[in-house]
């Protein structure tokens, strides 16, 4: 907060009463709309509930198993590590991934509205989600990012040998589905979510004139 990062147009907050910047405000252009969307609440809850308990799954059995061994056993073979600050260095920077990479939807709703402003002008002034969702989904699109994810993913989580090569044991180092199934089954839907709910406050304040105007320019 202190060196302006929150005043980034990508970066939402997580908390309040922060400290005021050290340095002068950057002047960021205006690109959207004003609005008060912020879907970080959720992205918390979300984390904390199906995403921490995943991908700790694996380490948390392998540490019952070493505790059992030295004897420790019943709800004591579950108890942490203590790695507090190393855990929550990168909880920070996954959550922040994460609110950037769904808040970027406010921008993907700004440039297809101001692309096509009549396609979209009646289902904001009569509040339409499905119709507004309709426009805004891309199957095909999700089709092929989820797939260049996996690809992606079950590269980067490759066992590789000492000569550098991959091992064949078709083993992972991460859980590949479960990075697929994040961004299929919350991740993309999340992001539709914010990019509706801002069309369905970009036409705050515009009078009945000013809007019949705009859905008069031509996509």
């Known amino acids: 907060s202190s060196a302006n990062a929150v005043r980034s147009p990508a970066e939402y907050l997580f908390t309040l009463n922060l400290p005021e910047p050290v340095l002068k405000p950057v002047d960021f252009p205006q690109i959207l709309y004003p609005n008060s969307i912020n879907a970080n609440r959720s992205i918390v809850s979300f984390y904390t509930r199906q995403i921490v308990p995943r991908i700790t799954k694996r380490?948390?059995?392998?540490?019952a198993a070493c505790k059992r061994a030295k004897g420790i056993i019943g709800d004591e073979e579950y108890e942490d590590d203590g790695n507090y600050g190393s855990a929550a260095t990168l909880d920070v920077e996954v959550l922040q991934a994460i609110s950037k990479r769904v808040h970027y939807g406010k921008f993907v709703s700004e440039s297809k509205f101001v692309s096509d402003p009549a396609a979209f002008i009646p289902h904001i002034q009569n509040p339409n989600r499905p119709a507004l969702e309709g426009l805004v989904t891309k199957p095909e699109v999700e089709r092929k990012l989820l797939q260049w994810l996996r690809e992606r993913a079950t590269i980067y989580a490759q066992n590789v040998a000492a000569d550098g090569s991959p091992n064949q044991d078709e083993t992972y180092k991460i859980d590949v589905d479960g990075v697929?199934?994040?961004?299929?089954?919350?991740?993309?839907?999340?992001?539709?979510?914010?990019?509706?709910?801002?069309?369905?406050?970009?036409?705050?304040?515009?009078?009945?004139?000013?809007?019949?105007?705009?859905?008069?320019?031509?996509?």
């Open 59 to 63: 380490s948390t059995i392998q540490l």
């Open 180 to 219: 697929v199934e994040l961004y299929e089954y919350y991740i993309i839907p999340l992001t539709k979510e914010v990019e509706v709910d801002y069309l369905l406050q970009r036409l705050d304040g515009w009078t009945q004139e000013q809007t019949e105007e705009l859905s008069k320019q031509n996509p």
